[in-house]
T-cell receptor, first 116, second 114 residues
Framework: AQKITQTQPGMFVQEKEAVTLDCTYD???????LFWYKQPSSGEMIFLIY??????QNATEGRYSLNFQKARKSANLVISASQLGDSAMYFCAMREKATGRRALTFGSGTRLQVQP | DSGVTQTPKHLITATGQRVTLRCSPRSGDLSVYWYQQSLDQGLQFLIQYYNGEERAKGNILERFSAQQFPDLHSELNLSSLELGDSALYFC?????????????FGNGTRLTVT
């Protein structure tokens, strides 16, 4: 079974609008962390935002926020006021405490294109 | 700039050959991770080293090996290369403490096997 599922292979959004990128995860662990990364066309992986399973509030970092719904096992990334530079691949990833492993498991990604 | 340095940026080689990819982690990070990104498999975790010792293994082939040296830089060795090994190989580093600490990725080495 897929640990991290990103069901939107591609998304379009108009500049200055908000967009939500979906991420659902599968774990029986009570303690886990969720991460989002951005990969521009230049290839580097850029860390955006983190949400812990015990965090009571949704994480926010500038224009990025996480819509964390624990019961539904979803951690959607919301980008507000989209900019042309937001065009990139976006990956959701998870770390589970019970495995003792610190490596992240990644989803397949969503390609976001911001249109002027 | 993540502070993680990978060399070379690009590598083109023939099937059957052997290559070495190099990674210098961020200053202070003791953990190094190697990932392979290909179109059909996505981002796959290969192996992790912590302070010179192997810590965790992922989907690393037997033809691949890695090590971390006393100065904490790491090398990923790929041998008997096949066309399917063509991919973007990432190194990442992190502090070991702190469950919430992210991985910081280098810019990757793009390997093309012809």
């Amino acid at each position: 079974a897929q640990k991290i599922t990103q069901t939107q292979p591609g998304m379009f959004v108009q500049e200055k609008e908000a967009v939500t990128l979906d991420c659902t995860y599968d774990t029986s662990d009570q303690s886990y962390g969720l991460f989002w990364y951005k990969q521009p066309s230049s290839g580097e992986m850029i860390f955006l935002i983190y949400q812990g399973s015990y965090d009571e509030q949704n994480a926010t970092e500038g224009r990025y926020s996480l819509n964390f719904q624990k019961a539904r096992k979803s951690a959607n990334l919301v980008i507000s006021a989209s900019q042309l530079g937001d065009s990139a691949m976006y990956f959701c990833a998870m770390r589970e405490k019970a495995t003792g492993r610190r490596a992240l498991t990644f989803g397949s990604g969503t390609r976001l294109q911001v249109q002027p | 700039d993540s502070g993680v340095t990978q060399t070379p940026k690009h590598l083109i080689t023939a099937t059957g050959q052997r290559v070495t990819l190099r990674c210098s982690p961020r200053s202070g990070d003791l953990s190094v991770y190697w990932y392979q990104q290909s179109l059909d498999q996505g981002l796959q975790f290969l192996i992790q080293y912590y302070n010179g010792e192997e810590r965790a293994k992922g989907n690393i082939l037997e033809r691949f090996s890695a090590q971390q040296f006393p100065d904490l830089h790491s090398e990923l060795n790929l041998s008997s290369l096949e066309l399917g090994d063509s991919a973007l190989y990432f190194c990442a580093s992190s502090v070991e403490e702190g469950f919430s600490s992210p991985l910081h990725f280098g810019n990757g080495t793009r390997l093309t096997v012809t």
